[in-house]
């Protein structure tokens, strides 16, 4: 099973700042993963997809990069909207796996 | 517009037995392969299963054994059967759909039903 650690585990920012998430594999997966938000009491959104592509109607402000095991998810300026808990997701193997999380979070 | 409602969840004894069910429109339910996804109370996500259009399947290991995933495409809808459940099966269960063929991705999900299990 392919494991994925995201780190930090929380993210103290203010709006307008730059956020930087990473997410990092046991073993490559090529640049098969996926990037979700979730919201408190809400289902996950999908954010960006194979690393580096945003999902339909995701904003500019967010984008992936990364391939083989290390990947970033990067907020250019965190809008109010943004603070949540963001996760990884592999499809390079089954069983397909997420992080653990990182929460971004209001300074 | 793509919906997907969940249903099914509940209290259930260690031990027991619970379905549940999602019921997918404005897609064609035909096209896509479809997961169950869980998340226990305060924690992450976890997969836990998925079905092609074709029938082949495929589960976490947690569940492997236990939990037996279906579709019905003429009624467009989903299913989890959960037997022997314990109270690590305890979370919010979503249903997923596929981003596209081979994207084992999710781009809609439905709003979750709460499992509970619990003497």
């Known amino acids: 099973e392919i494991v994925l650690t995201q780190s930090p585990a929380t993210l103290s920012l203010s709006p307008g700042e730059r956020a930087t998430l990473s997410c990092r594999a046991s073993?490559?997966?090529?640049?098969?993963l996926a990037w979700y938000q979730q919201k408190p009491g809400q289902a996950p959104r999908l954010l960006m997809y194979?690393?580096?592509n945003r999902a339909t109607g995701i904003p500019a402000r967010f984008s992936g990069s990364g391939s083989g095991t290390d990947f970033t998810l990067t907020i250019s300026s965190l809008e109010p909207e943004d603070f949540a808990v963001y996760y990884c997701?592999?499809?390079?193997?089954?069983?397909?796996?997420f992080g653990g999380g990182t929460k971004v979070e209001i300074k | 517009e793509v919906q997907l409602v969940e249903s099914g969840g509940g209290l259930v004894q260690p031990g027991g037995s619970l379905r549940l069910s999602c019921a997918a429109s404005?897609?064609?339910?035909?096209?896509?392969?479809m997961n169950w996804v869980r998340q226990a109370p305060g924690k992450g996500l976890e997969w836990v299963s998925h079905?092609?259009?074709?029938?082949?399947?495929y589960y976490a290991d947690s569940v492997k054994g236990r939990f037996t995933i279906s579709r019905d495409n003429a009624k467009n809808s989903l299913y989890l059967q959960m037997n022997s459940l314990s109270a690590e099966d305890t979370a919010v269960y979503y249903c997923?759909?596929?981003?596209?063929?081979?994207?084992?991705?999710?781009?809609?999900w439905g709003q979750g039903t709460l499992v509970t299990v619990s003497s």
């Open positions: 194979d690393a580096s």
């Open positions: 404005g897609f064609t339910f035909t096209d896509y392969r």
């Open positions: 997701q592999q499809r390079s193997n089954w069983p397909l796996t």
């Open positions: 997923a759909k596929e981003l596209t063929v081979g994207y084992h991705y999710f781009d809609y």
């Open positions: 079905m092609t259009s074709s029938s082949n399947t």
């Open positions: 073993q490559s997966v090529n640049n098969y």
